[in-house]
């Protein structure tokens, strides 16, 4: 059971350049999330998806597009990299419950945008 | 909206001291719940405890606890007898159940316990 998984674990772009970060889970949970993680700005969430085929925006969406073609994984892209996403990108999932939830994060993904 | 203010950004104790964290909360929501999350400097974000609003009973695991208080919208953190391994970024979450579920961060403590 590894949990969230995340790759890669670093890379680095050029403005323009185009790139997909991979999420997987393997805890069967329903919900996804994309945050970004900025120097003293917490975490803030970019998309998310409430199960297989669905997706919404959350917070911080602009310059980003997610799909969520199978349960287990959850995919963000960046069509035209900017300097402004250089950040650490947490993938999380959750177990949709009665009782609310709690979200477990991958290790993180750090993207540098020259 | 939901807000979490974490107003101490950078706390140095001296190791076996207690360090309390600060977590105030918006919510407009009578159901929701609380989170911690520990970031230690590895990177990876690891889930401490979650609270929901209608239990305020305080809570302690080891030499970690958590004071509940919703007259203050409050919900903070001590560790007791610091140790070197507690050095990490702490963060208070708050997510509303029957929205999108997102959760909203503060920005967070950092913790640096000095051996």
């Known amino acids: 059971n590894a949990g969230v998984t995340q790759t890669p674990k670093f890379r680095v772009l050029k403005t323009g350049q185009s790139m997909t970060l991979l999420c997987a889970q393997d805890?069967?949970?329903?919900?996804m999330y994309w945050y970004r993680q900025d120097p003293g700005m917490g975490l803030r969430l970019i998309h998310y998806?409430?199960?297989?085929?669905?997706?919404a925006k959350g917070e911080v969406p602009d310059g980003y597009n997610v799909s969520r073609l199978k349960k287990q994984n959850f995919l963000l892209g960046l069509e035209s990299a900017a300097p402004s996403q250089t950040s650490v990108y947490f993938c999380a999932s959750s177990y949709v419950g009665t009782s609310g939830e709690t979200q477990y994060f991958g290790p993180g993904t750090r993207l540098l945008v020259l | 909206a939901q807000k979490v203010t974490q107003a101490q950004t950078e706390i140095s104790v001296v190791e076996k001291e207690d360090v309390t964290l600060d977590c105030v909360y918006e919510?407009?929501?009578?159901?929701?719940?609380l989170f911690w999350y520990k970031q230690p400097p590895s990177g990876e974000l690891v889930f401490l405890i979650r609270?929901?609003?209608?239990?305020?009973q305080n809570e302690i695991s080891g030499r970690y606890s958590w004071n509940f208080q919703k007259s203050t919208s409050s919900f903070n953190f001590t560790i007791t007898a610091s140790q070197v391994v507690d050095s990490a970024v702490y963060f208070c979450a708050l997510s509303e159940p029957y929205g999108n579920n997102r959760l909203a961060f503060g920005k967070g403590n950092q913790v640096v316990v000095i051996p």
């Open positions: 919510t407009r929501d009578t159901t929701y719940y």
């Open positions: 609270r929901n609003s209608f239990d305020e």
């Open positions: 998806s409430v199960g297989e085929g669905t997706t």
């Open positions: 805890m069967n949970h329903e919900y």
